[in-house]
T-cell receptor
Framework: DQQVKQNSPSLSVQEGRISILNCDYT??????FLWYKKYPAEGPTFLIS?????DKNEDGRFTVFLNKSAKHLSLHIVPSQPGDSAVYFC??????????FGSGTQLTVLP | NAGVMQNPRHLVRRRGQEARLRCSPM?????VYWYRQLPEEGLKFMVY????????ESGMPKERFSAEFPKEGPSILRIQQVVRGDSAAYFC????????????FGPGTRLTVL
């Protein structure tokens, strides 16, 4: 039973345009959400997080939106850069502290 | 401030051998988590530890796998009598002692079982 789903395994975007990565969850007990970026043969790198009491959090080129009623969150990257090409994982956490990860979306930013 | 450190980065074992994976958390972090990533999948939680205590091992296979985080030294994930299905990337993460906080990941140990 996948509690966190990233339905798009891959996404290609032109440099300078907006990248939108999506994530859906089923467990209403999750109360914070994170996005990680991962390069091959490296560990996930934390990008941005959002608490369930907010609907938006912004950090530079990265913005995360949370729609609790739809159990949906998205990561916007604008403008996209070739160095953003990586696998992006959505993760959700609750009182148990363990994180539940989606299966990832491979973002390719084309120059 | 050094990040989460894991060693070895790559580990090759034959079936039936033991694998020991080490993790040193970030300075000031007292919570350690282990995750496993199988090929083409996301990371799956295995175990959550604080110093000298296992807090949550609900993701750990019941047999052959064990974890510890002693008072002194790194956290150890031990896999006894490895099988080919144990081949995966094993990631350790740490977080500070707050109710909810970001987990920071190490570079991982890639275990290959021949």
């Amino acid at each position: 039973d996948q509690q966190v789903k990233q339905n798009s395994p891959s996404l290609s975007v032109q440099e300078g345009r907006i990248s939108i990565l999506n994530c859906d969850y089923t467990n209403s007990m999750f109360d914070y959400f994170l996005w990680y970026k991962k390069y091959p043969a490296e560990g996930p790198t934390f990008l941005i997080s959002i608490s369930s009491i907010k609907d938006k959090n912004e950090d530079g080129r990265f913005t995360v939106f949370l729609n609790k009623s739809a159990k949906h969150l998205s990561l916007h990257i604008v403008p996209s850069q070739p160095g953003d090409s990586a696998v992006y994982f959505c993760a959700a956490g609750g009182s148990a502290r363990q994180l539940t990860f989606g299966s990832g979306t491979q973002l390719t930013v084309l120059p | 401030n050094a990040g989460v450190m894991q060693n070895p980065r790559h580990l090759v074992r034959r079936r039936g051998q033991e694998a020991r994976l080490r993790c040193s958390p970030m300075k000031g972090h007292s919570h350690v988590y282990w995750y496993r990533q199988l090929p083409e999948e996301g990371l799956k939680f295995m175990v959550y530890l604080q110093k000298e205590n296992i807090i949550d091992e609900s993701g750990m296979p019941k047999e052959r796998f064990s974890a510890e985080f002693p008072k002194e030294g790194p956290s150890i994930l031990r896999i006894q009598q490895v099988v080919r299905g144990d081949s995966a990337a094993y990631f350790c993460a740490s977080s500070p002692d707050r109710v909810v906080d970001t987990q920071y990941f190490g570079p991982g140990t890639r275990l290959t079982v021949l």
